[in-house]
């Protein structure tokens, strides 16, 4: 119902070009696809509501001062449906997250990647955040969302 | 002696009970484009209620029908349809289905494949949503016979155009400077009808549940329920209206009809967020009538059509159909939407962002 | 969801459909098809629970502007053997300041789901959809529902405002296990609440053919000292053409919530 589409941001550009057949949650509304942000830091909370989850992170900043950030994921329902629980992503892990910014400049962002330092990848689910073994550098803009527009 | 006379005539009788039960249930249905290539088994009997009513109870998630774009050869349908669509062409070939099949099972299913390589996390951020397999309907929409959407009378384009959302046509920049600016669905309010018996993004569990003289629908979004009284002769009170207006249903046979009438105006007719769904918002008027037929043709599956009337909106009635999977184990979970809905305060603010960046440019 | 078996005994005459489901057994209540006591109408409590779950006197309400229409009537609570909830020390600070800011932060003020027990005792009508399988719960206030898993139970996966439901038979009392709650809810107009360790057990029981007598337990070791009880009779509707309306009040708080947004 308030889904934005999420994919839309990710290769941008790929889907931005389709045939426009449905109406879409204007992603360009609330962020901006000019400011891209990579912020490391630690989770302080997630909350899996609805109509969007969010993930609180605690920034530090150059200038030693904090900043939390939240940044919005998907619907918790169809993920507890494939599995998950609500113990994702404990508190106090150390992640890197990687989208854009809200236009306002307010530290809210839509993500498109969230990992484990050192290139290590991020596991969410019951299992916790245990790495998965490395591996090669997938391509992370790799749009291959078959089933939506 | 006496006993044995008696046995005797029990065994004759049960024998006649026996064939007259057998004589009641049916040879098969084979699968045709009337049921959706879906059959129904010889023997089938429709099962019953304790009470004696067709049992149609179980959970429906519509994401079974997710991939089916509500018109014909309206742009690109989900798995990419050719660009030179038939529009008389209600169904796939064997073929074709079969090929859409192959490619839906040989898709990377995203969500596990990111969990495996520990990329869950991307697909948290995306947002996973439950599956949706193809069908070989090539639309929702049966009737008007092309597949299309009605042409909507200049009343309904101009309430139409009126109307605001957070969900943007093609081309459309839109701007928020007051909750009003977004549409109920983005409020939180409702999708109201018929949208909600359609299927959406996510979130489409709808479980059927009855009891005597009743029978009642949950929604899963934004928990939604209808109450419909069957053969309840009730008059509805006229000045009532309600999101999901008032429902009345009786049995023809074993098809439940239901019929919907008092709708408060406000919502979209349709989820203007579908594939192949009209480009234009939707408004309804009082005068909306919604008959819907629900029919079980055999354990798994029942058929669902849903026939809109708005004389008011539309120059002519439009009726979709489709085939509905029983998914015992699909989980109807809380939508609680307007306890967390960031958007309406979040838009703004963004937008009003915008405004004055916009403004110091100039 | 299991599908029910094909009916094995005849079915009753179609008029006699709905008499049938409100024929009173020797035991003076109704009854399902499988003998459990029918639970099935449209049902109410009448208290004044919703304002306040204990012992209160008559007092201006939140919103004194409101006049006697928001204004909060005397009651007896209906905690069994006690006039007040057995708050550990820091909740009951925190109930009070929930007291204090009730006008805003009530979440009925915002049209929020309402949590249990509490949507059981809003000043608006509910009915029990009780079918073959699951059973529902739905509500007029803020179109509350929640689905009572009767066959197959499972924990919750997700803490949500209603929690998730569990029930069983209890010879004729219906008992349900409810966890899951995210703590957001509150019991009542004056700022009572629970934690996210909230478990609730309900007990249903008939006392009469109109009448359900209530009980509901509460533990939540984050704000309790100890489980506590509620009691009372739940009222059957018996106005001729009894129907549940739905209350959505989203619409109605939204000047009220986002107003301070708009612009012309």
């Known amino acids: 119902m308030n889904k934005r589409l999420v994919f839309v941001a990710a290769g941008t550009g790929l889907l931005l070009a389709a045939l426009p057949i449905a109406a879409h949650h204007a992603f360009a509304a609330e962020f901006d696809s000019n400011k891209p942000v990579k912020l490391q830091g630690t989770v302080a909370k997630v909350e899996m509501v609805n109509p969007h989850s969010w993930i609180y992170i605690d920034v530090k900043n150059p200038d030693g001062t904090t900043s939390q950030w939240m940044v919005e994921g998907g619907s918790p329902n169809a993920l507890v449906r494939r599995g998950f629980t609500k113990n994702t992503l404990p508190k106090g892990t150390e992640v890197i997250f990687e989208g854009f910014q809200a236009k306002d400049g307010a530290f809210r962002a839509n993500g498109r990647d969230i990992t484990l330092p050192g290139g290590k990848k991020l596991l969410l689910g019951s299992s916790g955040n245990e790495t998965a073994p490395e591996d090669k550098d997938k391509g992370k803009d790799k749009d291959t969302d078959t089933k939506k527009p | 002696m006496f006993a044995t006379y008696r046995t005797v005539i029990a065994v004759l009788l049960l024998a006649g009970f026996g064939s007259i039960a057998s004589a009641q249930s049916r040879s098969a249905v084979p699968p045709g484009p009337d049921n959706f290539y879906i059959g129904t088994p010889a023997g089938w009997v429709q099962p019953k209620t304790p009470w004696g009513d067709p049992d149609l109870q179980g959970v429906y998630p519509e994401n079974f029908v997710g991939s089916v774009p509500m018109q014909r050869c309206v742009g690109r349908g989900r798995g990419g349809a050719a660009a030179a669509c038939d529009a008389q062409k209600a169904f796939l070939t064997e073929e074709e289905f079969k090929a859409a099949q192959t490619r839906f099972e040989k898709a990377p299913d995203q969500f596990k494949n990111a969990e495996q390589e520990g990329q869950a996390g991307r697909e948290f951020l995306r947002g996973v949503t439950d599956p949706e397999p193809p069908q070989r309907q090539t639309s929702l929409i049966f009737d008007p016979p092309d597949g299309k959407f009605p042409e909507m009378t200049p009343e309904g384009k101009k309430l139409g155009e009126a109307m605001k959302s957070g969900w943007a046509m093609a081309g459309e920049h839109l701007v928020f400077n007051s909750y009003q600016d977004f549409d109920l669905k983005d409020r939180c309010v409702t999708h109201g009808m018929p949208a909600s018996m359609l299927p959406f993004h996510y979130n489409n569990g709808i479980q059927i549940l009855q009891v005597p003289g009743q029978v009642i629908i949950f929604i899963e979004m934004i928990h939604d329920v209808r109450i419909i009284p069957v053969n309840d002769t009730t008059p509805v009170p006229a000045k009532v209206q309600q999101w999901l207006g008032f429902s009345r249903g009786h049995w023809e046979g074993n098809t439940l009809v239901v019929e919907t009438t008092n709708v408060k105006p406000g919502a979209m007719m349709v989820n203007s967020a579908m594939p192949g769904t009209p480009q234009i918002h939707i408004p309804t008027s009082e005068k909306m009538k919604i008959t819907e037929r629900f029919t079980r043709i055999n354990n798994d599956y029942l058929i669902y059509e849903i026939k809109t009337e708005d004389p008011v909106v539309l120059t002519h009635s439009w009726t979709a159909r489709m085939p509905w999977k029983n998914d015992p184990n699909y989980k109807l979970l809380e939508y609680a939407c307007h306890e967390d809905n960031r958007m309406v305060r979040d838009w703004i603010n963004v937008s009003r962002a915008e405004q004055e960046a916009a403004k110091g440019k100039k | ?264």
């Open chain 3, 1 to 264: 969801m299991v599908l029910p078996a094909i009916a094995q005994t005849p079915p009753p005459r179609a008029p006699a459909r709905q008499a049938a489901a409100k024929q009173v057994s020797t035991q003076g209540i109704p009854r399902a098809a499988d003998g459990k006591p029918n639970f099935n109408g449209i049902w109410q409590s009448m208290n004044t629970a919703n304002w306040d779950l204990e012992d209160h006197s008559a007092q201006a309400g939140p919103l004194v502007a409101a006049g006697a229409i928001g204004a909060e009537p005397a009651g007896l609570g209906i905690i069994e053997g006690s006039s007040t909830i057995p708050y550990k020390p820091e909740a009951l600070k925190k109930r009070d300041e929930n007291f204090k800011n009730r006008a805003k932060e009530d979440p009925e003020f915002r049209c929020y789901l309402p949590g249990v027990p509490r949507a059981n005792y809003m000043p608006y009508p509910f009915q029990i959809v009780q079918s073959t399988g699951d059973m529902l719960f739905t509500y007029a206030y803020d179109n509350a529902a929640r689905v009572v898993l009767m066959t197959k139970h499972r924990d919750a996966e997700l803490d949500t405002w209603m929690g998730t439901s569990n029930g069983r038979w209890d010879g004729d009392t219906l008992v349900i296990d409810v966890t899951g709650f995210n703590g957001r809810a509150w019991l009542d107009r004056a700022g009572n609440f629970s934690s996210d360790s909230l478990h609730v057990v309900e007990r249903y029981s008939m006392l009469d053919a109109n009448t359900i007598n209530y009980e509901a337990t509460l533990e939540d070791s984050d704000a309790y000292t100890k489980p506590w009880k509620i009691s009372f009779p739940l009222y059957r509707h018996r106005e001729k053409n009894a129907r549940l309306l739905h209350f959505q009040c989203v619409e109605f708080v939204e000047e009220t919530l986002y107003g301070d947004l708009t612009r012309k």
